[in-house]
């Protein structure tokens, strides 16, 4: 079994790596718009979106645990955990805002047109972190190359709405 750490680019040989890594991220992004409608559904079904949220959160987080179990990765400990800042443990209210959100607007929006949306905040937000080198990334300035690759999935979100 491969563990996270040990997973890269030598795990798949030669130049099938990029492709096989990026097919891997693209079935991902499918799994979220996947998500998304099975979370719009069972918010139908239970008549809530906050229980909705709730049991993604929790079939995620019995995912994850299934997964540090496969692995074989050594459980938390306070060793572990003291090594870490206290902002690195507040992506979950983000993910929690990610899915609340989505929730609510894919009934009102569609599922493509939250998708894209998401994809443009996201691309937003990524281009601001890496200009200024936010939260400890490298620091990759906002190039017009990058800033129109930006407006084109701005452009993209109004063609969808269409």
Same mark, same amino acid.
Do not use: K
């Given at each position: =079994?491969?563990?996270?750490?040990?997973?890269?680019?030598?795990?798949?040989? #030669?130049?099938?790596?990029?492709?096989?890594?990026?097919?891997?991220?693209?079935?991902?992004?499918?799994?979220?718009?996947?998500?998304?409608?099975?979370? *719009?559904? &069972?918010?139908?079904?239970?008549?809530?979106?906050?229980?909705?949220?709730?049991?993604?959160?929790?079939?995620? *987080?019995?995912?994850? &645990?299934?997964?540090?179990?496969?692995?074989?990765?050594?459980?938390?400990?306070?060793?572990?955990?003291?090594? *870490?800042?206290?902002?690195?443990?507040?992506?979950?209210?983000?993910?929690?805002?990610?899915?609340?959100?989505?929730?609510? =607007?894919?009934?009102?929006?569609?599922?493509?047109?939250?998708?894209?949306?998401?994809?443009? #905040?996201? =691309?937003? #937000?990524?281009?601001?972190?890496?200009?200024?080198? &936010?939260?400890?990334?490298?620091?990759?300035?906002?190039?017009?190359?990058?800033?129109?690759?930006?407006? &084109?999935?701005?452009?993209?979100?109004?063609?969808?709405?269409?």
């Amino acid at each position: =079994m491969v563990s996270a750490s040990q997973w890269n680019e030598d795990a798949v040989p #030669g130049a099938c790596a990029n492709i096989v890594f990026a097919l891997l991220v693209v079935g991902a992004g499918v799994s979220v718009a996947l998500q998304q409608i099975l979370n *719009t559904n &069972l918010r139908a079904e239970l008549g809530s979106p906050w229980w909705a949220g709730f049991a993604s959160y929790f079939t995620g *987080t019995l995912t994850m &645990l299934a997964a540090i179990v496969v692995s074989g990765q050594p459980w938390l400990s306070t060793a572990m955990a003291a090594r *870490t800042s206290w902002i690195s443990w507040t992506g979950g209210i983000f993910g929690a805002i990610f899915i609340g959100t989505a929730i609510l =607007m894919v009934p009102r929006l569609g599922a493509a047109t939250v998708l894209a949306l998401i994809v443009v #905040g996201q =691309m937003i #937000g990524s281009l601001a972190f890496d200009h200024f080198g &936010l939260l400890g990334i490298p620091q990759q300035s906002a190039t017009p190359v990058r800033l129109a690759g930006a407006v &084109l999935l701005v452009f993209g979100v109004l063609l969808i709405r269409r």
